[in-house]
T-cell receptor
Framework: KAGVTQTPRYLIKTRGQQVTLSCSPI?????VSWYQQTPGQGLQFLFE???????NKGNFPGRFSGRQFSNSRSEMNVSTLELGDSALYLC?????????????FGPGTRLTVL | GESVGLHLPTLSVQEGDNSIINCAYS??????FIWYKQESGKGPQFIID?????DKRQGQRVTVLLNKTVKHLSLQIAATQPGDSAVYFC??????????FGKGTMLLVSP
C-alpha cells in the first residue's frame, strides 16, 4: 500500500510569489491535515480537510489556504510569500476525521523563500 | 535530508543502552498523547499513544509513562539501536482539539 506522497519535494520561491503544494493521501483515507515545521516553532497545525470540507483550522493568516478534491487529494496554497514562510510543509492522512485517528505523514515539501 | 534537529535538545546514548526522552505538556485538560519519531528526510511516524486514564503503556521495546500531576510524559526505549536515531516528538490533544506538538528531542545512538 503506497504511503502519503507530496509534490514537489523541494521548492524555491521569492517573496511576494504564491505557491501550491500537493498531497495524495493513502488510498481509502478521507482526511488530510497540513502542518508547517520550522526549527524555531516545531510542528504547527495548519488545517484539516475531510470530505472536501475544511473541518479545523490552525492559527495562520488567511494567506494560507487549502482545498480537498473528491478523490481526497489535497492542495495547499500560500499567497504573497514571506521569508518566514520558509519551512517544511507536511501532509498527513487518516481514515477518519479528528486527532484520535492515526495520522500517516508524507515526507514533506521543503519550501525556501528568498 | 531535511534538518529539523536544529536548536533541539539532544540525548546521546550508546547502542544497547536504555533511552528516556521526556516531554512536558501544556494543558492539564489534555486527554490523549502520542509519541512520534522523525528520521532525517521523512515525515513523523507514529510510535505509541496513551489516553489520560492510563499512566503506562507498553509497545515493542517502547514504554510511555504519563504523570498527570506534573504534566509530564516520557518515552522509554529499551536496548537502543542505531536505527532509533531520530527526532522524537510528543503531541497532546484535548477534547475536540487538534494535536499540539512539542518541540522535539534528538536522539543520537552511537554503535
Amino acid at each position: 500500500k503506497a504511503g502519503v506522497t507530496q509534490t514537489p519535494r523541494y521548492l524555491i520561491k521569492t517573496r511576494g510569489q504564491q505557491v501550491t503544494l500537493s498531497c495524495s493521501p493513502i488510498s481509502g483515507h478521507r482526511s488530510v491535515s497540513w502542518y508547517q515545521q520550522t526549527p524555531g516553532q516545531g510542528l504547527q497545525f495548519l488545517f484539516e480537510y475531510f470530505s472536501e470540507t475544511q473541518r479545523n483550522k490552525g492559527n495562520f493568516p488567511g494567506r494560507f489556504s487549502g482545498r480537498q478534491f473528491s478523490n481526497s487529494r489535497s492542495e495547499m496554497n500560500v499567497s504573497t510569500l514571506e521569508l518566514g514562510d520558509s519551512a517544511l510543509y507536511l501532509c498527513a492522512s487518516s481514515l477518519g476525521q479528528g486527532a484520535l485517528n492515526e495520522q500517516f505523514f508524507g515526507p514533506g515539501t521543503r519550501l525556501t523563500v528568498l | 535530508g531535511e534538518s529539523v534537529g536544529l536548536h533541539l535538545p539532544t540525548l546521546s546514548v550508546q547502542e544497547g543502552d536504555n533511552s528516556i526522552i521526556n516531554c512536558a505538556y501544556s494543558n492539564s485538560a489534555s486527554d490523549y498523547f502520542i509519541w512520534y519519531k522523525q528520521e532525517s528526510g521523512k515525515g513523523p511516524q507514529f510510535i505509541i499513544d496513551i489516553r489520560s486514564n492510563m499512566d503506562k503503556r507498553q509497545g515493542q521495546r517502547v514504554t510511555v509513562l504519563l504523570n498527570k500531576t506534573v504534566k509530564h510524559l516520557s518515552l522509554q526505549i529499551a536496548a537502543t539501536q542505531p536505527g532509533d536515531s531520530a527526532v522524537y516528538f510528543c503531541a497532546e490533544k484535548w477534547g475536540y482539539s487538534t494535536l499540539t506538538f512539542g518541540k522535539g528531542t534528538m536522539l543520537l545512538v552511537s554503535p
